[in-house]
């Protein structure tokens, strides 16, 4: 069972809410989902089930691609699905993660040089954060050259990054109470 210290992030999805975590894969955290409430078509490999409240925790080991989502439209589901996920080891960057992914996104109309188009400063910035966060977006189905061209994209975010200054966390967004957990566990 994960450690009592984690610290949990709860995502809530409304119906008709098309919202993804995409395919993706973590190298140095073991993950964990819980439904809480609704269903939640989550896919480990190449499985694809639908979990609900009264299912077990859904452990995702390292490197195994997954993704979760609500379910497809013929569930016609009118709750929201909730849904808390936490790591392995409990070092806070899943929280970490989600409050830059969110707060950039949010915020890019306000933070975005001028003359950059917002749509590629943020996709741009998010390469940036899951670089720097242990989350590793799919970009091509190709087993043979998924994760070399998954890293290849990163790091060529990160260098080009430099010059946006670009970072994977920011102090605004991050609780400095969070920061100091993950530099424990580095």
């Avoid at 390292?62 to 996920?85: C, F, G, M, Q, T």
């Avoid at 200054?165 to 530099?183: D, I, M, S, V, W």
Wanted: aromatic fraction near 10%; hydrophobic fraction near 40%; charged fraction near 25%.
């Amino acid at each position: 069972m994960p450690s009592a210290n984690r610290t949990t992030v709860t995502i809530c999805l409304p119906p008709g809410s098309g919202w993804t975590s995409g395919l993706h894969w973590h190298e140095s955290h073991v993950e964990f989902l819980q439904v809480r409430q609704g269903r939640a078509q989550v896919t480990l490999g190449n499985i694809t089930r639908i979990y609900q409240p009264q299912d077990k925790v859904i452990r995702i080991e390292k490197n195994v691609i997954h993704r979760w989502r609500r379910p497809s439209a013929r569930y016609d589901e009118e709750e929201d699905l909730v849904v808390e996920e936490w790591t392995e080891p409990a070092d806070g960057q899943n929280e970490i993660f989600f409050r830059n992914l969110n707060s950039v996104i949010l915020d890019a109309e306000r933070t975005v040089p001028p003359r950059i188009p917002v749509a590629w400063w943020i996709e741009w910035q998010i390469m940036v954060i899951c670089h720097g966060m242990d989350n590793y977006p799919v970009f091509v189905k190709n087993e043979a050259l998924m994760r070399f061209v998954t890293h290849l994209l990163l790091m060529a975010a990160i260098c080009i990054g430099v010059f946006g200054r670009l970072k994977p966390h920011y102090e605004e967004y991050t609780p400095k109470l969070l920061l100091e957990k993950g530099k424990k566990h580095a």
